[in-house]
C-alpha cells in the first residue's frame, strides 16, 4: 500500500466531530498558519484546494490568523481571486534574489516591494471579505528592544534567547504579543483578556496600516529592519510574530468550530526560540477541537534534499540561483499531492489514518 503524502492529526473534540459527520467545510471556523517562510510555499497547493473551492462550497465567517508567511498567505486567500493571488505570491517569493550577504534594508525594501505587487489596491478585498475575518500577530520591543539598531538588537534577542531558555514565560520581558485583527472583529482566542504570560495588543487593521503590519509580522530580528510606529499601534519597534507565536499554539477551544491547520510538519512549536528544545511542543485542551494536515515523512522523503524549501536555502544556493528556483518550484508543484490526499480524505475520511495532537 502507497503511504499518503499526508498526515493528520486531530484534537478529542475534532475527531469525535469527524467521527459524527465526516471533515465538513461547513464546520470549519478557524484557520491558523504558521510562521516559517519558505516552508509555507511547499504546501502552496493545498492552500488552493481549501481557499480555492473547498471553502467556498461552504460559506460562512472564518477566522484566518497568521504569523509571517502565514500572514501572507491568508491576506492572498482573503483577494477576490486568491488562486491567482496565491499562485503570484509563491512565484514572486520563489524569485528573490540577494547577495550572500544583504543588509536588512535590502531585504525589508524587497518583502515591501512584494507585498505592494501582490495587495496594492486590493486593502478593501482583503479586509472587507464575506466570510475570511483576517488577523496577523507580531511582537512589540521591550527594554533594550523598544527600537532597531546595530547593536541594540542583537544584544536585546540575545538576552531574550538566554531568558526564554530559563522559561518561556521570562521572554515576556523583552517582547510582547501584537494582535493586528479584521476591523469588524478580533479573532475567539481573544475572549480571554490574557490567556500566557504575554501581554498582548489588539490594534483594528484599516488601508493605512496593513501592509505595515504585514511587514512587521515576518521582519525577523537583524534579516530584516523592525518596522517602527505602524499607524494605530502603541508606539515601538514591531517584528516577526513567530518570535513568541511561531506555531500559533492559541487557546483554540473558543472558536465556534472545527481548526482546520494546513501546517508544514505534524507538530506545533510555541515559539520560534522552543525549536531547539524538544520538550516543548504545544498539548492540551487548546488544541482539543483542531485538525492539523502537514506533508508526511514519505512525502518529504520525494523532495530535493528529502525537505520543504527553507530560509537557509538562500545561503546554501547562494551561488546557484537557478538551482534553488527549480528545486522550490518543484516542492511547490508537488505540493499538489497533499492537495489531492487532503480531498480525498474530506470526502472519505479514514480515520484509522488520523493520530492524536
Known amino acids: 500500500m502507497t503511504a499518503s503524502p499526508i498526515t493528520i492529526r486531530a484534537g478529542a473534540r475534532a475527531l469525535q466531530r469527524i467521527r459524527e459527520s465526516g471533515l465538513d467545510a461547513a464546520d470549519v471556523a478557524l484557520v491558523p498558519g504558521a510562521a516559517g517562510g519558505p516552508k509555507g510555499l511547499g ?3 493545498l492552500d488552493h484546494a481549501i481557499f480555492g473551492h473547498w471553502l467556498p462550497a461552504k460559506p460562512r465567517v472564518r477566522h484566518l490568523v497568521g ?3 502565514g500572514a501572507w498567505r491568508f491576506a492572498a486567500a482573503c483577494c477576490d481571486d486568491p488562486v491567482d493571488v496565491l499562485t503570484r505570491f509563491a512565484k514572486g517569493y520563489s524569485e528573490q534574489r540577494y547577495s550572500l550577504k544583504p543588509s536588512a534594508r535590502v531585504v525589508s ?9 501582490l495587495f496594492a489596491g486590493r486593502e478593501a478585498q482583503i479586509l472587507g471579505h464575506r466570510d475570511y475575518r483576517l488577523h496577523m500577530l507580531a511582537v512589540r520591543g521591550r527594554w533594550p528592544l523598544r527600537s532597531d539598531s546595530k547593536y541594540r538588537t542583537p544584544l536585546g534577542f540575545g538576552l531574550a534567547a538566554l531568558a ?21 472583529e ?26 505595515e503590519a504585514l511587514v512587521a509580522t515576518a521582519s525577523i530580528p537583524i534579516v530584516l529592519e523592525g518596522v517602527a510606529d505602524i499607524p494605530d499601534a502603541p ?52 488544541l482539543d477541537n483542531v485538525v492539523l494536515v502537514a506533508p508526511s515523512r514519505e512525502y518529504l522523503a ?20 537557478d538551482g534553488r528556483v527549480k528545486n522550490w518550484r518543484f516542492a511547490i508543484g508537488e505540493s499538489g499531492r497533499l492537495a489531492e490526499a487532503f480531498l480525498a480524505f474530506a470526502e472519505k475520511p479514514d480515520l484509522s489514518a488520523v493520530r492524536p495532537l
Do not use: C
Request: charged fraction near 25%; hydrophobic fraction near 35%.
Open 67 to 69: 504569523s509571517s508567511i
Open 235 to 286: 508606539l515601538g519597534t514591531y517584528w516577526d510574530g513567530g518570535i513568541i507565536d511561531y506555531h500559533l499554539h492559541l487557546p483554540y477551544q473558543h472558536a465556534d468550530g472545527l481548526v482546520l491547520y494546513p501546517h508544514f510538519t505534524d507538530r506545533i512549536v510555541p515559539g520560534w526560540l522552543d525549536k531547539p528544545m524538544p520538550w516543548r511542543r504545544a498539548r492540551g485542551e487548546w
Open 186 to 211: 478580533r479573532p475567539p482566542f481573544l475572549k480571554l483578556e490574557r490567556f500566557d504570560a504575554f501581554h498582548t495588543h489588539t490594534v483594528a487593521l484599516d488601508a493605512r496600516n496593513l501592509v
Open 164 to 184: 526564554n531558555m530559563v522559561g518561556r514565560k521570562h521572554l515576556a520581558r523583552f517582547i510582547e504579543r501584537t494582535v493586528f485583527h479584521d476591523p469588524r
Open 43 to 45: 504546501i502552496a497547493a
Open 109 to 117: 525594501d524587497s518583502a515591501r516591494e512584494l507585498l505592494k505587487d
Open 302 to 321: 520525494t523532495l530535493p534534499h528529502g525537505k520543504l524549501p527553507d530560509r537557509g536555502d538562500f545561503k546554501s544556493y547562494a551561488h546557484d540561483y
